[in-house]
């Protein structure tokens, strides 16, 4: 069946560096686009960043904007988002989204927490 599954969250200290990645399976990865969403305690689900089905066109929250890198290896069907600089209104749980049909498909999500 068509599933997504994120890893690479963890606890980090403001400043530091996370990879997180996507494994997609069950779907023709390459045709689709994908993004990274992320929820924090009380908030709504946002849009991080997003990719093109080829990888030719990135998409950024102003909030991200310089310090997160998304990517996506098509002969690995994953999609990774490097976060850099890391600030404390980073925590959240982020997930990843395949944009096939009108809902999309979401992955179970990976916490991320920084704090000193």
């Known amino acids: 069946q068509v599933q997504l599954v994120e890893s690479g969250g963890g606890l980090v200290q403001p400043g530091g560096s996370l990879r997180l990645s996507c494994v997609a399976s069950?779907?023709?990865?390459?045709?689709?686009?994908m993004s990274w969403y992320r929820q924090a305690p009380g908030k709504e689900r946002e849009l991080v960043a997003d990719?093109?089905?080829?990888?030719?066109?990135?998409n950024y929250a102003d909030s991200v904007k310089g310090r997160f890198t998304i990517s996506r290896d098509n002969a690995k069907n994953t999609v990774y988002l490097q976060m850099n600089s890391l600030k404390v209104e980073d925590t959240a749980v982020y997930y990843c989204?395949?944009?096939?049909?009108?809902?999309?498909?979401w992955g179970q999500g990976t916490q991320v927490t920084v704090s000193s």
């Open positions: 989204r395949a944009a096939i049909g009108v809902r999309g498909v």
């Open positions: 069950g779907f023709t990865f390459r045709r689709y686009a």
């Open positions: 990719i093109t089905s080829v990888g030719g066109s990135t």
